[in-house]
């Protein structure tokens, strides 16, 4: 990244993880410069494995990810901007997902509530 308080990035952990790397590492390192300006808070699971790729979005509890560990790795870094719920899968049946976005949303704001106390 240039060198520039006009630069920062929005910080998808889910696009992180799908590319093989450690995800609390890559905050650390990214917060450090002061860099993340807002966070989309995703999980998954699957890695790239040589010229094989898959990955699949699970709920924010079931994936590869510890979720806890990066919400700390947030506060760690002094981190207080936005944090929001990325792509989140469907409950089968269901119409226009509003129950596993709710759910993901209530489950954001208690990791939050309980690691930034």
């Given at each position: 990244m240039v060198p520039s308080s006009?630069?920062?990035m929005l910080f998808c952990?889910?696009?992180v993880a799908e590319m093989?790397?450690?995800v609390q590492k890559a905050i650390?390192?990214?917060g450090?410069?002061?860099?993340i300006?807002?966070?989309?808070?995703r999980n998954i699971r699957g890695i790239p494995q040589g010229d094989d790729y898959w990955f699949q979005e699970v709920f924010l509890d079931e994936g590869q990810v510890d979720m806890v560990e990066s919400m700390e790795s947030y506060?760690?870094?002094g981190y207080q901007g936005?944090?929001?719920?990325?792509?989140?899968p469907g409950i089968p049946h269901e119409r226009a997902g509003w129950s596993s976005r709710a759910w993901s949303n209530g489950y954001l704001k208690a990791l939050i509530k309980a690691v930034y106390r």
């Open positions: 006009s630069n920062g952990q889910g696009c093989g790397e450690d650390r390192y990214i450090k410069q002061d860099k300006v807002f966070v989309h808070f506060r760690d870094i936005a944090i929001m719920m990325d792509h989140t």
